[in-house]
């Protein structure tokens, strides 16, 4: 069952300087469905539109970001609710923290580097129940021990923790209400690998004790290896194929994700690795047609004409390029000779 369903939403950056109107199209139709307790990835190259994605479904829309169509729908056990029709910040607040909670790209950004870390917990806490000072001691302390943290921690200041620590203070503080619904962005970015490695291992930690579904953010393809039921690969706003981890990873149908792919390192394999040529677009002024066919190796006209759909090859996997098409000979058999 699909717990949160998005449709064809649009959300731009719209800006005015010195009178002339810029829009930068972050979130350009962009449909797809996370299942319940499932692990959902969203890859992509930075500015790709993943984390302008996560702030629209989790309801931090601030201008210049604006929601220009679309719809945002949560299937919670006890309620339905469009995300879009929650006009007040209170509302959407009351949401945020109890039933969707988010683990932001870097620990600084949200705990107060001049207040205590039990502060932070208090804010979150009080925000949310109506709980005693021993009710409150009680639910962090079970919590963290639940986490393998320790109650000294509270009484800490952020730069008195090492980075793989106040990460694992923010996950614990985006989890200490049992969201049915957790966004990750980039949770591992500018951790060392071992730290990283117990990182990603505290998030399926939680997600197992807590049932929750969670929803990843993160350009590291290793990390929604480990981790993700499902995978996004978003490119220039728009998802460009999705399916389930191991059909994605063994089989990629677009030649982006090939790309992504092939520019892993392997263990044992001393070939040099292939990226994608050049860089994405500028989102002010995407490409017409494809958004991919000024990097990729098989475009030809109509890819610069006409936008490929997102198209169902199967019951897990989508793709979004005329090569999939079964009338695209001449595409296909470029490809062939050029594999
Ligand atoms: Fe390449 Fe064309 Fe497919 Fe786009 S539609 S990825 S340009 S082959």
């Known amino acids: 069952m699909a ?35 499932e692990i959902y990835g969203i890859a992509g190259e930075s500015g ?4 302008t994605l996560l702030k629209a ?24 609710l469009n995300i879009l029709d929650l006009k007040d910040e209170k509302q959407r607040r009351r949401l945020r923290g109890a039933r969707i909670s988010l683990i932001p790209q870097g620990s600084m950004s949200v705990l107060n580097p001049v ?9 979150v806490i009080y925000a949310h129940l109506d709980v005693s000072e021993g009710e409150f001691e009680e639910l962090v302390k079970n919590h963290l021990e639940a ?16 980075g793989g620590m106040r990460q694992r203070v923010t996950i614990a503080l985006s989890t200490i209400l049992r969201p049915e619904i957790i966004f990750a962005d980039e949770p591992t970015t500018a951790l060392d690998v071992v730290v990283q490695r117990g990182v990603i291992q505290l998030i399926k930690k939680i997600k197992e004790e807590q049932q929750n579904t ?30 389930d981890v ?3 990873f063994g089989s990629p149908k677009h030649p982006y994700t090939s790309m992504l792919l092939s520019s ?66 001449e595409l296909q058999g470029r490809a062939a000779n050029e594999q």
């Open 115 to 123: 207040r205590r870390i039990k502060k932070s917990f208090e804010d």
């Open 214 to 243: 969670l929803i990843l953010v993160t350009h590291d393809m290793s990390v929604h290896a480990t981790l993700c039921d499902r995978l996004a690969v978003m490119y220039a706003g728009e998802i460009v194929e999705e399916g």
């Open 264 to 329: 892993l390192p392997k263990i044992g394999d001393k070939s040099a690795r292939v990226s994608a040529p050049g860089a994405p677009p500028s989102l002010a002024n995407p490409p017409a047609g494809c958004r991919f066919h000024p990097r990729c190796p098989y475009a030809v006209d109509r890819c610069r004409q006409e936008t490929p759909a997102l198209r169902q090859l199967n019951e897990t996997h989508r793709v979004a390029c005329f090569l999939q098409e079964a009338g695209s000979m």
């Open 147 to 162: 986490l393998g943290l320790d109650w000294t921690v509270m009484h800490t200041y952020p730069h008195q923790l090492s």
């Open 3 to 37: 717990i949160l369903e998005v449709d064809n939403l649009k959300a731009y950056y719209v800006t005015q300087t010195f009178g002339r109107s810029s829009t930068v199209r972050a979130v350009d139709g962009v449909s797809f469905h996370v299942n319940k307790n």
């Open 246 to 248: 191991k059909s994605l």
């Open 48 to 51: 790709c539109g993943k984390s």
């Open 57 to 80: 479904i989790s309801g931090l829309v601030k201008p210049p970001l604006q929601i220009l169509g679309g719809e945002i729908r949560y299937n919670f056990a006890d309620q339905q």
